[in-house]
Every structure is written in C-alpha cells, then in structure tokens.
C-alpha cells in the first residue's frame, strides 16, 4: 500500500490524535509486528502491554487515554478492529475483481452452457462437454469440470480444482485450489483373491455458501449423492467418503476424515486430525475434539467428545483424573502390604 | 434416467406384481431416501422395516411375500441386488465412454510414444518428451506425464494428475484426480546447520489393477523403486514414502500413512488414519485398525492391530479392561486403608 | 544405464579386483535387490551378510579382505558409499537438466515478468499477471502462478503446482507436485446462524532454501504474513495453518498439521502425522514424536514429546510403566483383600 497518515484518517473516518497527515504510510501490522511505516490497531485492553512497546508508526484507537510511544501516530476510531478491517479490505492481497471472459488459453467444449458475457474462465481451465456455469462465477487458472457436471452463480472456482462428471455445485461457494470433487468411492468386493471394484455412480451435491479447503477430497456416492449441506465450511486437506451427508452450517477442520456412509447433523464441528468412522450417526450441534475419533453414532445433540475411541468430555476427563491417581495407588498399595505384613 | 416401469421390468428381466408399467420413473436410491417417482431394491431382511415405511415409486424384491405400502409397485426378481446395479450401470453417473484420440488442447511431446488412434488424452495434458502409453489408457484433462515415464494398457488416469520422471505404471491402473505418483522421497543429511538434500533419483512401479484415490502421493525411490504391489487398492490423501514396498492385493484407506522404506506383505489392510514408520516389515493379512500407529515389525501374519503404538488386539482389549478396573481399584484401596488403620 | 564393469571402475576411480572389464552392467541396486546385471555397494558392516548373499554382478568394496560369492565382480574404492552415489547421479532418474524457454502451450500474461533467456515454463503452465521469476527457476507444466507472486532464483516448482496471489517465495526452492501456497485461511465468525468468512487478505512468505512435499498446503494469513523460515524440509500432505510462522532449519513431515498463528522456532523437527493446535510457541530444537499432538506452548527448547495431548518423553515413559504395573496391582489388592478378611 502507498498511502499517507492523512489517506488512512480519511478511509477510517478518524481523527487524527497525534501525528502529521503528511507521513507516509506502506503498510499495516499487528501491533508486534508493525514497523515504523505501518499502521496498526489497538482494539482489546490485553494489549496494553504491546501497544506501550509497538514499534508502528500509527495506531487506531478507541480512546484519547492509551499510552503509546511518542514517536507512535494516533487516530481516534469508534471500533478499530472495524477501521482495521476497512484498510485491510482496500489494501489487502485479493484475487483481481472478477471480469467476465474466458481465456484463449482456456479450452471449452461446444455443448458447454458456459456465457462469456457473465463467466470468467481463466487459462488452461478445461470445461468439459455439458458442463453448465451460473452467471458471476469464475474458474481458476488449470481447473478441469468434467462432464455435465453443473456449478452454480458467484461461485470462485479455485486453481487446478477437479469437479467429476455429474456433480453439482450451490451458489456462492468457494473452492480453493487441488480440492477433488466427485473421484470414486473407495468401494471393493473381495472374491477370487482379489478386489473386484464395486462402480461409483452417483455424484457429489455441494449446496449453496459451501467453502471447501485446498486439496481437500469429497467422494461420489456409490449410487444417490454424497452431500455438503448449506453454509458448511471445510478446512484443508479433509477426506470425505461416498455417501456421507453433512448437514447444514458444519465447520470441519483440517485432516479430519469422514469415513462412506456417515449422516452428520447440523451445526456439528469437527477439531483437526479427527476422523469418524462409516454408517454411523452424529445428531446436531456436537463438536469433535482435535484429534477424537468417533467409531459409534452419538444421538444427543449438543455434547463435545474427545480421544479415540472418543467419549464425552466429562467421562474422558474423569479418566483422565483417574489415571493421575494411579502413581499414589501403587503407593499406598506398597505401604499396606508392608503394614500387614508387620502386623500378620 | 428417464423409463417407466415397465422398461425396469424388462431391464432387469423381472415380474411385474404390483403397478402400472407405463408409470414413469426418474431415478433409482435406498429404501429410506427413494422418493415416489424413484425405484429401490429391497435385498436383505435387515431392512424390512424400511420397506415398510419406503416412498419409493417402485421396488425391486426376491419374494412375493413382503410388506410394503400400498402404493408402491413391486416387481420380482430372482437377485434384487444384482438387478438393482444393472439399473445403476444404466443410468447412473459415469465417465463417457473410451473414445481414443488427442485433443488439439493438449500437448504431447513429439518424442512420445502415444498413440492417436489407441489412447485419449483430453485438454490442457502434458505428455512429455519420451513417455510412452500403452492401448486404451485415457489420461484427463490437466493431466501431467512427465519425460520417460511409462503407462500401461486400459488405464484410467484422471485430471490433474501427476506422473513423475521415469515412473511406470502397468495395466488397468486407476488413478484418481490430484494423485502425485513420484514425487521425491523426503531424505535430508544434517551438516553444517543445515538439511543438505539427498538426491532421490530412483522411481515409482504401480503393477497391474491398482486404483489409487484422490491426492494421494507415492514417492519415488531414492534408488531403485517404490513398489506398489498388483490388485493393492489405495484410498484418498494417503502417503507412500520412498522405497516402500507394497505387496499385492492390500487395502489402504483413507489419509494412511507408510512411512519409507517400510515392507508390506500381502492382503494386508490398513484402516484410515492409521500409520508405519519406517525400516518396518509387516507381514502378509495383517490388519491394523483405524488410526493404529505401528512402530515396530510384525513379523506374524494374520493379526489384528489396534491404538498407538499398535499392539495385538487381544492385548489392547485386555489392557483396555483393566483400565476400566481403575475406579473401582481405587475405591477398594481406600477401604482397605480404612478396615487397616480401624484394625491397626 | 547401459555400461561395463569397466566404465564402472573409470566413473569411481577404483580398482577391478575380481571380474572382466567387459562384462555389461545395465543398473544398480541394494546388495539384497540387485541381480546379476547390476552394480551395488558394500559400505558398512552391519551388511555383512547381504554381501555374502548378494546376487550383484559387481560390488563397490572398500577393503580386499571381504566376503563375497565368487561370481561376483569387486571393486575396489576408497569410500563405496560415495563411489555408489557417483553411479546414481549419473545413472539415476532425474529431472531433464534445466532449459530455459517458454512452451508455446503454456500462458504467461503480458504484465509478467519472466525472462524467456532464463527462465524454463513448461506446457499448460500458466503465469497470471503481475508475477515475477527469477533466473534460473523452473516452473513445471500444468502449474498455476497467480496475480503479482513472486518465485526466487534457481527454484524447482514441480508440475500442477498452485501459487496464489501476491505470494513470496526465496531462492532455490523445491516445490513438488500438487502444493497450494496461498489458499484462504480458515477463519469465519458465526452470527445470525451463519459462519461469515472473515477475508484472508494476507500472502505467504517462503524464505531461501525450503523445500515443500507433494500436496502440501499452506495458507495465506489473515493479513500480515504465514512465514517458513529459511531451510526448512516439509514432506507431503502437510498442512499449514493462516498466519503460522516456522522457524528456519525445521523438519516437518508428512501428513502433520500445524494450526493457525502458531508460531515454532529454529531446527524443530515434527514427526510423521503430528499436530499442534493453535496460537502456541514451540521453542527451538523441540522434537514432536510422530503422532504426537501440542496443545500447550513449549518454551523450553530441546526437548522430545510424545502422545496426546503431548508430554515431555520422561514424563510419558513414566506414565506408561506406571500403566504396566496395574495388572500386578490388581493382583496385589485382590491378595490383601483376601489376607485382611481372613485376619479381619
């Protein structure tokens, strides 16, 4: 960013406190990490200690009564978490504005319904036969939708994204970069020595405000649909096998995998690095810890679970003190044996 | 789809019981999600009671003696399951058909062995310089072959997948999106403060009739090869370190991991999220449970493996009972205590 | 490879003990792989045995006093491991030596900044406006560079790679197939029933040195910088939370997840499928056993961790003999209980 001390009163509606308009401004920080042609902001008193010590050349703050160093220019906000935001949304790292047009470099098949006047294809993206693109929706750079697979409006289509042949695709959903959409169920029937492959045939139905983390892999339905409800969002690098049908709002974390066939609820939150196991059940509004792994259907709405196998968090924490008690029982078992002993 | 009761009955060669054959029908699922224009099949006594409450339009059973709702139209057939999977390769979702050429969007390498008549290669693939691909392969869109490596006979290679220098992959290979076949093995030498790399200039072996899931990455061999063994099935998001060997027919699920150098026997099946390091032999039809991590050999084939680090299962259960005896240990010694400092 | 025992010994500079100049070697091997045509080493002792059993047409060998069958050739070199590693880098599978041009199937924008005298893009690569690469880097085929990033000197980004927007990454990086640098963040904040995604306007920053597995994801930052500090090794399948700064040196690998804001220090190293939770410290030369999950700040440096949640190696290894002695323990009650009801 190139802007001056005068530029950022202006964009955050402030007043400036200390400071002249003139100085120049390159860019902003948090409070620690802030230089002294940054600005920064000063929005919770548990960083009182930091904004004494910071470095930046501005602070927003929300008060005429904060100490700061001296060379620090201040600019009097309402909410500087909310001014901050405004700097950061105008000079922010984004993709480009989104414009319509596809690429000469991109490849699109004749019986695409793809409009150039409303879509973005960018290059070495592949749209294959069929494929349908809701209007204000952009495809990354080297993205391949496969056969008749059908993507809905205002959708941001990542990079070297794949979305399988059928597969459907909400409004409004973010896809980031190398996630697959629609790759086989991971299905076999053991018979002669071998893993005879059991078709996947049905698709992958992603509803509407649905974002979807890097590298990130959802699995066609053996037949019927593997769905992500409404509002979901997913973190980097999650497995999501055939069948399974996420409900609505779910937040799930990164490396967390959930195994072909499994009903999750709503409102339900998976910790990173944990796992649930297949054909099972998980009513609404639970939350996984980091790391738990699920392996029977929990009904009761609303509990949080934690370890592997993964219990409610009471139960795991009563264990858990149980387990601490254990050096002083050895112990105290020692002490008794030598007393009776004494005393038989 | 688009049929009618009567094109299902001649589909799957069975007998009308119940129904009008010009009823339409649009799509095909389970008992518990087909709705009234849908067929379903009805192959297993456990879901009797789904029959009993199904929407389904119609439904496909073994028997005249069923309980179904009134409205639901039921034809005969000798094997409800396998009648219902020619439905399902009917009108179910599935790549188009082999059709062999090179799309003028692709780029293949003039020095490539690929034949235009007997192999497909869809937009923006790269083929490069000396790769050679054997009758009926297909390789997808943003597909990327790199100089030297070699593939088989009636493969399916997906989009944006990664094939690396020199790799070989024989016949009836699946590899879904974003796999990484041949990436480097991760090896560093410590020296002078600093990770010096070790080259790693052996290469990946897929054998015939593997399928490898979505982004899952096989390192290529320091020297030498990185082994995947004939028939051996591998899920999504799974890593295969450098000179690994994987014999034939294992089942690897989902974000598993084997760490280098590791050697795996055959009809071994690892659950998801589990994990080897490395230097290890496992021998031929043992099982590790999901997320089991195994730090050690195992020498005996046939086990059961569970938790971390993996121990036999009898093993795990016998000390998972005794856990459970803590409590009331606990509860005892205290009694104990009691009676002795009464009697004392 | 196609040469001769003689060629051999000329590329070592060794000496032919046993054998004939002439014979044909075509490859290379470990002593318990390599077969009649090809050349393996002898440099340690612990493989005493394999060199007794080997069935290697030719053995590097650093002493005359061995043990060998006796159709086995034998040559002798000061340091086999390092006459071995001549033979690979000769002989091994590596990547096409670096050339610098642009493919007439890849597209570079018109506002990058790439050097076709210096700079190598393959096929279907696909360099977005604004970026910059610096000589001597090699941008694989099937790659995506986005808006205004920029890629160091000498750097090896692999095929289907994706750098997003405004990224920073050194010189002499090594990037493997299927990365994403850049995705979004994961970060939302729930209000009217609804997860608001919270914009990711920062970029990641890859200092000189890195080197990043196959499928690895790291995210951009909130705003500010994700940072991985200079020489550090990360495997595949990791996964790297928005606004995390890795100290330099470090070892990551594959299949760990390090959580948002976390912060690590220098020469850490993560075993296999680690995590660590996040807004945490973890100070230098701290080891994470694999599978081991930090959820907790680590601020003395050099320990070694273990389990989950993560404890220091001696206070986990105390845990587990305690843990062994509760089947005696269970005994020991059981016979006091005996003991004081026949006293009693």
């Known amino acids: 960013m190139e802007t001056t001390l005068g530029g950022i009163v202006e964009l ?9 308009a003139q100085t120049v401004l390159s860019g902003f920080a948090a409070l620690d990490a802030a230089e002294a042609d940054q600005v920064s902001f000063y929005g919770n008193e548990r960083y009182a200690s930091q904004l004494e010590d910071t470095k930046a050349g501005a602070v927003l703050v929300a008060s005429t ?6 060379q620090t220019a201040l600019i009097l906000v309402e909410n500087p978490v909310v001014a901050f935001d405004a700097i950061i949304r105008k000079y922010g790292v984004r993709p480009p504005q989104f414009s319509a047009g596809i ?39 080297g993205t391949v ?18 979305v399988r042949e059928g597969c459907i695709i909400g409004d409004r959903a973010i896809i980031h970069p190398g996630v697959v959409i629609g790759g086989d169920g991971f299905g076999f029937e053991f018979s002669e020595g071998r893993h005879q492959k059991i ?5 992958v139905r992603i509803e509407d405000d649905v974002e979807i983390g890097s590298n990130t892999t959802i699995d066609r339905a053996r037949f019927g649909e593997t769905v992500i409800g409404e509002g979901t969002k997913i973190d980097n690098l999650v497995q999501i096998g055939h069948n399974a049908i996420i409900g609505k709002h779910c937040i799930i974390v990164a490396q967390t995998g959930i195994s072909g066939s499994t009903t999750i609820g709503n409102y339900v939150v998976f910790g990173a690095q944990s796992g649930v196991a297949g054909h099972l059940n998980i009513a609404d509004q639970n939350t996984l810890a980091g790391r738990s792994g699920v392996i029977s259907s929990i ?22 003190m149980q387990l601490k008690k254990l050096p002083g029982l050895i112990k105290k078992v020692k002490e008794l044996e030598k007393t009776m002993n004494q005393q038989g």
């Open 12 to 20: 955050t509606g402030g007043k400036l406190l200390r400071g002249e």
């Open 65 to 70: 009564e904060v100490q700061a160093p001296d």
């Open 103 to 141: 690429s000469d470099a991109a490849f699109v098949a004749e019986t695409a319904e793809v409009d150039p006047e409303a879509v973005s294809v960018l290059a070495n993206a592949s749209i294959l036969a069929g494929v349908k693109i809701g209007r204000g929706t952009r495809i990354g750079a």
């Open 145 to 162: 939708i496969s056969e008749n697979a059908e993507i809905g409006e205002d959708c941001e289509i990542g990079p070297n994204v794949t």
């Open 199 to 203: 078709e996947q045939l049905g698709i």
């Open 299 to 320: 009904e009761e709405p609303g509990g949080t679970w934690f370890g592997y196998p993964a219990k409610h968090l009471k139960e795991s924490r009563r264990e858990s």
